[in-house]
Structures are given as structure tokens and as C-alpha cells.
């Protein structure tokens, strides 16, 4: 089967961190460009963060820019989410898809919450 899975949420006190994981099986995902996305009941889906296939570059939203890291291990076919210093405004549903702006396949999502 080929699958996206994203995993690692969970509930986190402000200022705290998180590192989420997309992990991928039945396909090479460093062929991809990977982005993260979230969303937030009521919202729309945001990109907030993109590493690019073969390059390794990065892109962030303004949002998270400085807070989160991307990153992958492409011999693991992983890529990650480091989240630091997280906010309750970070509180979403995030997901990783094969690229980065119409999230066309996309695995399921990890739920992450930002409170005290």
C-alpha cells in the first residue's frame, strides 16, 4: 500500500515543544517535495511549512518562521516537524502531503493542542 502517515501530537503546554513525523511506505518519498499543513476547526488549511525535493531547501509561513524546523531522512523515508516554543494559536490537526500546496495526498493527521 502506498501511505502517508503523520504521528507525534499531542497536548503541550505553552512555550513547549513537539516534533511531528510523516513517514511514508510502498513509495520513496524523497522524490517528493513534502509540506506540512494544519488546520484549525473553523479554518482553512495553512501550509506552514515546505522542504523541497532534491534541493533539501525550506520555506515557512510567517507564522511558525524561527519556531518550527523541517527537515527529512530521506534513508528512513521521513521527513519532520520540529515545533518549538508552541502557542496556543498552533493548536490544529497537522498533516504532511506530497507537495506542498494542494496537499493532493496527504495521510491522516495528528492532532495537536496547545494549552495549560
Not at 532534491?54 to 515545533?83: C, E, H, W
Request: charged share 15%; net charge neutral; with cysteine.
Amino acid at each position: 500500500d502506498v501511505q502517508l502517515q503523520a504521528s507525534g501530537g499531542g497536548l503541550v503546554q505553552p512555550g513547549g515543544s513537539l516534533v511531528l513525523s510523516c513517514a511514508a511506505s510502498g513509495f520513496n518519498l524523497a522524490n517528493y517535495s513534502v509540506g506540512w499543513f494544519r488546520q484549525a476547526p473553523g479554518k482553512f488549511r495553512d501550509v506552514i511549512s515546505c522542504i523541497n525535493s532534491p534541493d533539501g531547501s525550506t520555506a515557512y509561513d510567517d507564522s511558525v518562521k524561527g519556531r518550527f524546523t523541517i527537515s527529512r531522512d530521506n534513508p528512513k523515508n521521513m521527513v519532520y516537524l520540529q515545533m518549538d516554543s508552541l502557542q496556543p494559536e498552533d493548536t490544529a490537526n497537522y498533516y504532511c502531503a506530497t507537495d506542498c500546496v494542494l496537499a493532493r495526498f496527504r495521510g491522516q493527521g495528528t492532532q495537536v493542542t496547545v494549552s495549560s
